[in-house]
Every structure is written in C-alpha cells, then in structure tokens.
C-alpha cells in the first residue's frame, strides 16, 4: 500500500506545509500518516492566554491543541495520527527550551527508536519533514528534522524523504498580493518575510489547489493558536495565492530535477 508518512513538531504544522499534499494523497486512495511530536504546550492558552502570562496552563494547553489535531486531521481526511507525546520546547530563546522534558532536549536515539518502530509498522514509500533548520530555527523542528532523517537512515525504508520548503518567489508574490490589497499595512509588513529558500533549491512543487478550502478549514480547527497564525486573517480570494501549492526538496529517492507528485514512478 502507498504511503504518506508526515513527520511534524507541533500540532498546526501539518497544515501549513502538508496539509494540501495530505489530503491530495488521502483522496487519491494513498495512506496518510501524522506523526506529531510534541502536544503544543507552549501555545497559547483559553482565552488567549500567552506563555508566562498568569493562568497558562500547560496541561490545558495540551487537551485544548491534541483536540485541535483530532479536528484538523478529519478535515485532511488522514488516516492515522500517531502522537509522540513529547513537551513543547517553545520558540527559540523561551525558557522552555531550557527544560530537562522539552523535546529539543531528549535523548535523540531514544526519540528516534520511536520513530523507527512507526516506520517499520507503516512502512512509508514517502516521508516528509523539515530541514536542518526546521524551517525557521525553531528548536522543536529541528528536533523533528534530527529524528526522521535518524529514523530513515536506520530502516532505509522510505524510497524517498523530502523537506518542506517555502520558495522565495512565493514569498515575494504573497507580499506583493497583501501590499496591492492593503493588507500589509494592516499587518505590520513591510517586506517579504526572512525566510524560506530559492527556487533553485525546490525539487517538487504540487498543485493542491483543490484541496486550498480543506486546508484552510484545517488550519481554522487550531483556533486558538490564531494570533499566532496570521494565514487566518486573509481574505478569500487569497486562499488560491497561499493555499493552492505546496513546495519540497527532495533528499533521497530518484527523480527529475523538478517534479509536480510526491509519488511519481512508485507503485
């Protein structure tokens, strides 16, 4: 059976990069499976409460995001959500990165054991995670990215293994789209967002555009993260701009140098 193995950090992160290519994959009869692997803690809490501000509660936090995932993943139509249980580590500098049980501290061979044991019972033909950089240097992706590239160098299972990936181009177009709308302004942009990679870079760009509303509902489920989720603030008619594409970097595996499927050639 083809399968789809999404390895992610936080619960929202399979939507923002995979969500489309997880549900294209659902609905074309391939296996999807999400492995999460930290329960969100460091998000914000009921009623819009930060981090370190009084009346956080990490346990809280917990409940309210896993019940987000449950949401999410039905509207992507994913099969199997495995949860690695591990406690936020939150964005880079946080306090929480200084905790003994935060996930960008724990033994990393152990970690990946676990990971290695859901590779040997889905056995993926594709596995998706971040880069070394987990993206945007966020400590808890990088973990992820240590921990799926240790995992399929152990098994040798998936036949390929790609990194998410945001194209500068896109970038450049997202900010040329809210800066002719107004809407940069309203956000507090005033030049393309410092990160992702060139377009040089990308091995595989797929068109998810008909699964641009899927997404969009699935990144709504994690509502309580939506101060944080500037995506959600977007008009309608720019879902197709952001939601319709989603863009990797292939690591292992043969292929073209430029492809529009994940699955192309396997069977």
Known sequence: MLTL???????DDEVISTGGVLAKAAASGIRTVLVTCTNGEQGDGPGGVKPGEPGHDPAAVRELRLQELKKSAELLGIQHVELLGYADSGMDGWDANHAADSFANVDLD????????LMEQY?????????????????DHIQ??????AATDRTGIP??????????????????????????????ME??????VSDEMITTTVDVAQYAEAKFEALRAHAS???????????????PIVFGAESFIRVRGE???KEDDLFAGLA
Do not use: C, W
Request: no cysteine.
């Open 255 to 257: 292929g073209p140098d």
């Open 159 to 188: 036949d390929r293994l790609y990194y998410t990936a945001v194209p500068q181009s896109g970038l450049q177009m997202m900010f040329d789209y809210l800066k002719a709308s107004g809407l940069a302004e309203e956000l507090g």
């Open 144 to 149: 992820t990215h240590r921990v799926a590239v």
């Open 191 to 196: 030049e393309p967002m410092n990160f992702g």
């Open 225 to 239: 993260q939506g101060d944080s989720i500037f995506l959600l603030q977007l008009p309608e008619e720019a879902k």
């Open 110 to 117: 152990a970690a990946t054991d676990r990971l290695v044991a």
């Open 123 to 139: 056995r993926p033909q594709v596995v998706v995670t971040y880069d070394e950089n987990g993206g945007y240097g966020h400590p």
């Open 5 to 11: 193995m999404a390895v992610h950090a936080h619960p």
